[in-house]
């Protein structure tokens, strides 16, 4: 749904499909250059599953619990407990950091991973309302799911200045540089170079 609000907002034809219509088309409609262009779209594809999952999943059942949040599941018994409530698990995983309150606040479900870049936890989505002009996001968290999912993404590049890097131009070293910046280390990374260099002949 996120890329057809993307693409109604850019004026193209909101048929749900990303192809070189779309980049351009939302490349002038966010001022990006085609370096930009070509390297946001990549890593935000990449991300969302193909612009598919713009809100995080945390339907885990206890194997995966332990193995993903192993720090928050220390025993089987305390994983089976929370397994496949995504709820449940989102407000034990994320209390009492990133702004969030304690487990029974909620603020871990409320202000779970959204949007293009997975926006997550109370104080980024409050930067990111305050930066937007839109102080609603906190009541309503989920217009970062659909119609800012790719403005909390263009945010979290200007955030952490990754613009720079794109603006080294499209090669493996600057892709490497910006997904260790945006995923902490080098996953999907061949994915994230093939679709960088397939934007870049779009752009």
Same mark, same amino acid.
């Given at each position: 749904? $996120?890329?057809?609000?993307?693409? $109604? ?9 990303? &192809? ?15 370096? =930009? ?11 969302? &599953? ?13 194997? @995966?619990? =332990?193995?993903?949040? &192993? ?5 089987? #018994?305390?994983? /089976? #407990?929370?397994? /496949? ?11 009492? =950091?990133? @702004? ?11 202000? /779970? @991973? =959204? ?6 936890? /109370? ?49 493996? #070293? ?10 902490? @280390? ?13 934007? #870049?002949?779009?752009?």
């Amino acid at each position: 749904m $996120s890329l057809i609000n993307l693409q $109604s907002k850019c004026g193209c034809h909101a048929d749900g499909a990303f &192809g070189p219509g779309t980049l351009k088309a939302a490349a002038a409609y966010y001022k990006l250059s085609p370096n =930009r262009a070509a390297h946001f779209f990549a890593q935000t594809a990449h991300e969302s &599953g193909g612009f598919k999952a713009f809100s995080e999943n945390l339907n885990y059942g206890a194997k @995966g619990l =332990r193995g993903i949040f &192993g720090k928050y599941f220390p025993t089987d #018994a305390l994983a /089976r #407990a929370y397994e /496949r409530q995504p709820q449940k698990i989102a407000n034990r995983v994320y209390a009492n =950091r990133m @702004g969030n309150g304690p487990e029974i606040s909620g603020d871990g479900w409320k202000y /779970r @991973g =959204r949007g293009a870049l997975q926006l997550t936890g /109370r104080d980024n989505y409050q930067a990111f309302a305050n930066y937007i002009g839109r102080p609603e996001v906190m009541d309503n968290p989920d217009l970062v799911a659909g119609e800012l999912c790719f403005e909390s993404a263009l945010w979290f590049f200007d955030r952490n200045k990754l613009w720079g890097i794109c603006d080294q131009g499209v090669n493996d #070293a600057t892709i490497l540089a910006l997904t260790k910046r945006i995923n902490g @280390g080098t996953h999907g990374l061949d994915d994230r170079k093939l679709k960088t260099k397939k934007y #870049a002949t779009w752009a």
